[in-house]
């Protein structure tokens, strides 16, 4: 089967059933990415770059370009797997192993990362939109291609807090964003792997992927990437528990000085504090020397970045505010 794990075929001529290189290595080189994106985030937790280069516009840009490559494929691989028959125990034995292996992620994101547990990232999406494409298999290429043409807008014109409660924040049409990790939602990702079913459904598209003349790795770096889309769901899982320590290692060896995090911009909240101060009756110049003063005992302090989240403890932020009110009455 076109999708199944297994080995890779014997060398010989060509055949038209098995493997397809193609796929494979396209969904190896979709892993490669996926790996560095990941290793930007290690590096950022270890201060090694800027903590803000994973969430840079280009590092963005890059990780949805890797999860729209990953999310077609699915669709690819659905109809390659389908294309004689739809085999149902076959496409339901292939579901649960990934079903499990999305329940493994959420586990561990729990135990690893509490408060931005992984409850629908990708793995949970294929799962979702596979079941989705399922009536869609035998279906003429245009449906497939339309219903997920739609899948993709909807989200762009429809968001409601109706969507919002856990139960239903998955679909992707509400206005809350979870603190995950790995956040996926149904919409418009599923429409992806519809796109790339019915691609996959156009007049000979399939005939030509699987053709026996189809191309063939055959270099040692091709076979490597191709192995690698092969077993996916194995380099999924186990990528970070070879980077992590690599970085770790990286870090603990002094050898790469760690990048001094930014120096906080204040201008925001000194604009906003002066306005509040004087809607309160005291002087323009009085509010800019007392709001400069809080500025600077939260410099102090050496927690500025921090004063956002729930990492302080309630003694710590008390503390703060006594000081910050005494520029106030100073």
């Not at 590096?43 to 590092?59: E, G, I, R, T, W």
């Not at 239903?168 to 792997?193: E, F, M, R, S």
């Not at 030509?208 to 769901?233: D, M, N, Q, T, Y």
């Not at 020397?289 to 990492?311: I, K, N, P, Y």
Request: charged share 15%.
């Amino acid at each position: 089967r076109a999708v199944s794990a297994g080995t890779a075929e014997d060398d010989g001529p060509p055949k038209s059933g098995g493997r397809v290189d193609a796929i494979d290595c396209a969904r190896g080189v979709a892993l490669i990415g996926m790996a560095l994106y990941h290793l930007s985030w290690d590096l950022a937790d270890f201060q090694l770059v800027p903590p803000m280069l994973p969430f840079s516009p280009p590092m963005r840009l890059f990780s949805h370009a890797v999860a729209c490559t990953f999310l077609a494929l699915v669709g690819v691989s659905l109809a390659l797997a389908q294309r004689n028959r739809l085999n149902l125990p076959a496409f339901l034995r292939r579901l649960a192993i990934v079903a499990a292996a999305a329940a493994l992620v959420t586990v561990g994101s729990l135990i690893f990362a509490p408060g931005e547990g992984i409850w629908f990232g990708i793995l949970h999406c294929i799962v979702a939109a596979s079941v989705l494409a399922l009536p869609f298999i035998e279906a003429p290429a245009f449906a497939s291609l339309l219903v997920g043409a739609a899948a993709i807008v909807i989200p762009f014109f429809v968001h409601s807090p109706l969507f919002d409660p856990p139960a239903l924040l998955w679909i992707g049409l509400g206005k809350a964003l979870p603190n995950t990790l790995d956040w996926y939602p149904l919409l418009p990702w599923a429409g992806v792997v519809l796109i790339g079913l019915g691609l996959s459904l156009l007049p000979g598209v399939l005939g030509r992927i699987a053709s026996p003349k189809r191309w063939r790795a055959s270099s040692g770096p091709a076979r490597a990437v191709c192995f690698a889309g092969r077993h996916s769901l194995a380099f999924y899982l186990g990528h970070q528990l070879i980077l992590f320590p690599l970085v770790w290692t990286a870090a603990a060896s002094g050898l790469f000085p760690p990048v001094p995090p930014p120096k906080p911009d204040y201008g925001a909240f000194l604009a906003a504090c002066e306005r509040a101060c004087v809607a309160g009756g005291r002087t323009a110049d009085d509010c800019e020397t007392s709001c400069r003063c809080v500025a600077d005992v939260v410099e102090r302090s050496g927690e500025a970045e921090r004063l956002g989240a729930d990492a302080l403890d309630a003694r710590r932020k008390a503390e703060l505010k006594q000081m910050a009110e005494a520029c106030m009455a100073r």
